[in-house]
């Protein structure tokens, strides 16, 4: 997992013709299969050729790095440490063609970070992003000041939900705090979990009617993911569900939900 390797694959020597599109996964409530989406949406938009960063966002419950087996040398903890930078801590991850700076479970909160210092880590991502056609972030669990910047900070917000009330009501809060933080922002919902597409259109929109109604603001459903055992079983095995079972559920609808984010500009 060296840096030239990582160049070899995905990262490109010329200046994009624009900067890099940023996408961040939020959920509130965790345990939702926020981190195991964000992994796997990176995966499917890179396989349809984009090049990605997928960036965990998450110093108390990394597990980007766990999910994907990595022990990177250096990692999101060594940026906030100043022991590297942000692009010394970008690897290739060869399986799914895509980059990642991984997390550090166990060593704090982006949260106790002060202002200033998670603003800097933005610009360095603002320009890292730069080299990339898609930068994902996966936020951690929590609406905590941290999560909210970085939340207001991505081009589109995606808020995992699933139909259990706790997973709503967080999913309804993020929601919230992102129609304060950025006004008019793109914020749009993934309902995971779900035991068919139905169930999980009903879900999304008894969370729609309440935004609607109490926010003013009309999140549209990007899609929904099924309830798939062959999601633990890539967990379990620390692989790519869209490597290890191409045509299973899951897959095909991680996959749709990548090709109506590349297809749609900002959702009106
Ligand atoms: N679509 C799905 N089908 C079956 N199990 C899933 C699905 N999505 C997530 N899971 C399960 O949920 C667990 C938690 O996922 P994770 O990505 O760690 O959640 P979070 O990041 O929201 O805390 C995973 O270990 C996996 O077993
Ligand atoms: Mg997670």
């Known amino acids: 997992m060296t840096k030239p390797a990582a160049r070899a694959y995905s990262l ?20 939702v299969g926020k981190t195991w989406f964000a992994i796997t949406l990176a995966h499917a938009m890179a396989m349809s050729g984009q090049r990605v960063l997928l960036f965990d966002a998450d110093l108390g419950l990394a597990n980007v790095d766990i999910q994907l087996g990595l022990m990177p040398a250096l990692d999101l903890g060594s940026v906030v440490s100043g022991a590297a930078t942000l692009s010394d801590a970008i690897a290739g991850y060869a399986p799914g063609g895509f980059d990642v700076v ?15 210092a998670l603003e800097g880590l933005l610009s360095a991502l603002d320009s890292a ?20 910047r970085m939340a207001s900070w991505a081009d589109t917000l995606l808020v995992v939900a699933t139909e259990e009330p706790t997973s709503l009501t967080d999913a309804y809060a993020t929601v919230k705090l992102h129609a304060a933080d950025r006004p008019g922002g793109d914020a749009r919902l993934v309902v995971n979990l779900c035991s068919t597409p139905s169930a999980g ?29 062959h999601v633990q079983d890539a967990i379990r095995r620390q692989s790519l569900l869209l490597t290890r079972h191409p045509n299973c559920p899951a897959s095909l609808d991680v996959e749709q939900i990548a090709a109506r984010i590349a297809g749609a500009g900002p959702a009106g």
């Open 12 to 31: 490109s020597q010329a200046r994009p013709a624009r900067a890099g599109r940023s996408v961040a996964v939020a959920s509130g409530k965790g345990g």
């Open 129 to 148: 992003a730069a080299q990339y056609d898609v930068v994902l972030l996966d936020l951690g669990a929590g609406v905590d000041r941290a999560v909210r």
């Open 201 to 229: 259109e009903r879900t999304a929109a008894t969370l729609t009617r309440a935004c609607h109604v109490f926010l003013g603001r009309t999140p549209p459903l990007l899609g929904t993911i099924r309830r798939d055992t």
């Open 102 to 116: 991984a997390g550090r479970s166990g060593s704090g909160s982006l949260a106790a970070l002060d202002s200033a």
